[in-house]
Each structure stands twice: as structure tokens, then as C-alpha cells.
């Protein structure tokens, strides 16, 4: 069965840093990539789709990246701000269409 | 820019009483999820429905769930006979097709069950 682990599990940063959040999973056999980031009583907000071909996906100051052989994917925040602050959560898709979503990183960023 | 809408936003219902949560997915969507989050777990994913049959579902879904589109806007959750541990946030999510396009996630629903 497909696991996914994501680490650290909180991070704690000063407005400004760049900072990486990596996501993991045991089995190889996927169809893509999802980070979201999830605000507290809030759905899940869709960042970036990463498809399994693919090696990384941008949008603004965001950078997924997706190493399918290792298993691995990094979200990557360039300058972070106060309203980065969220839980962010990785999903991939595995055969059969479903879905596994990691235990999230809860991000705090200081002003 | 168009959203996943779901209904109500909390429920609190006896235990072993029947609940339907509604969710009304993006217009041109194709694809709909229905997924839970156990306070404190991981996410997870309960089933996929396209062309109004079941595409997948996991274990968790089980015969006590069942889903339905009843028109061409409304997607449901039905639990029969809820249990203490079916208390949880409820969301539902759909894309515009299955392969290469995000799914979109509602705000949820906090079922309680008491």
C-alpha cells in the first residue's frame, strides 16, 4: 500500500527565508503530484499538479520538484510571508485512481 | 472563480442515524471525490465518481456509504446507521478530467456524531 510522509512535520521561519518542504512516498507506480495548502476549518487549496513525466511545475514563488525514481518531491517557497503560514499537504495518485495524502507540514512564518 | 460548494458546513447527528452531505462540484467538472479527515489523521480518500457509477473507493468505503449525482449539479455522501468514529471533516473535490487537471476541494463538512 502506497505510503506518504512529509518532513518536518512543523517549521517555524522568519518572514524573508526561502524554505523547502519534502514530501515522500513508497511506491514508484504514480500518475502525478499535488501540493496543497490547507488554512485551518478551510478546504484543501490545489498549488501545484505535478504529472509523472514531469520534473517540476512553478507558479509565482512556489517550485514543486518530482523525482519519481526515489520517490521524493520538494515544494520549494522563495521569500516566504506571514500568509504562507498554512499546512501544507502533498497527494499522489496511484493506480486504480486513488489517492494518498501525507500528514502535511504545519508552516508558521514570523513577521 | 468558480468553487466546490458543500452543505451544511456542520452536522451533528444522533449515532446510528442516517446523514447526507451535499456537495455541488465546478460546473464543467467531469470527475467527483469524496474524501475524510479524521481530526488529527491524514487525509483520506473514499471514492471517485464518473459517468454516474463509482470509478474507485478504498476500503473505508464500505456499505454503510453511498453516493449519488440526483441532478445535474448535486453530488451526496449518504451514511446509513453513523457510528462514534464516522465523526470527522467531510470534503468533497472534482476536476475537469482524471489524468492531468488539480482537483478543486470544498471547504468541508464537520459531521458529529454524538
Known amino acids: 500500500k502506497q505510503e506518504v510522509t512529509q518532513i518536518p512535520a512543523a517549521l517555524s521561519v522568519p518572514e524573508g527565508e526561502n524554505l523547502v518542504l519534502n514530501c515522500s512516498f513508497t511506491?514508484?507506480?504514480?500518475?502525478?503530484l499535488q501540493w496543497f495548502r490547507q488554512d485551518p476549518g478551510k478546504g484543501l487549496t490545489s498549488l501545484l499538479l505535478?504529472?509523472?513525466?514531469?520534473r517540476e511545475q512553478t507558479s509565482g514563488r512556489l517550485n514543486a520538484s518530482l523525482d519519481k525514481s526515489s520517490g521524493r518531491s520538494t515544494l520549494y517557497i522563495a521569500a516566504s510571508q506571514p500568509g504562507d503560514s498554512a499546512t501544507y499537504l502533498c497527494?499522489?495518485?496511484?493506480?486504480?485512481?486513488?489517492?494518498?495524502f501525507g500528514s502535511g507540514t504545519k508552516l508558521n512564518v514570523k513577521p | 472563480e468558480p468553487e466546490v460548494t458543500q452543505t451544511p458546513s456542520h452536522q451533528v447527528t444522533q449515532m446510528g442515524q442516517e446523514v447526507i452531505l451535499r456537495c455541488v462540484p465546478i460546473?464543467?467538472?467531469?470527475?467527483f471525490y469524496w474524501y475524510r479527515q479524521i481530526l488529527g489523521q491524514k487525509v483520506e480518500f473514499l471514492v471517485s465518481?464518473?459517468?454516474?457509477?463509482?470509478?474507485?473507493k478504498s476500503e473505508i468505503f464500505d456499505d454503510q456509504f453511498s453516493v449519488e449525482r440526483p441532478d445535474g449539479s448535486n453530488f451526496t455522501l449518504k451514511i446509513r446507521s453513523t457510528k462514534l468514529e464516522d465523526s470527522a471533516m467531510y470534503f468533497c473535490?472534482?476536476?475537469?478530467?482524471?489524468?492531468?487537471?488539480?482537483?478543486?476541494f470544498g471547504d468541508g463538512t464537520r459531521l458529529s456524531i454524538l
Open positions: 473535490a472534482s476536476s475537469e478530467n482524471r489524468v492531468n487537471q488539480p482537483q478543486h
Open positions: 511506491d514508484s507506480a504514480i500518475y502525478n
Open positions: 505535478i504529472q509523472s513525466s514531469q
Open positions: 497527494a499522489v495518485r496511484g493506480n486504480f485512481n486513488k489517492f494518498y
Open positions: 460546473s464543467n467538472h467531469l470527475y
Open positions: 465518481f464518473y459517468n454516474n457509477e463509482i470509478s474507485e
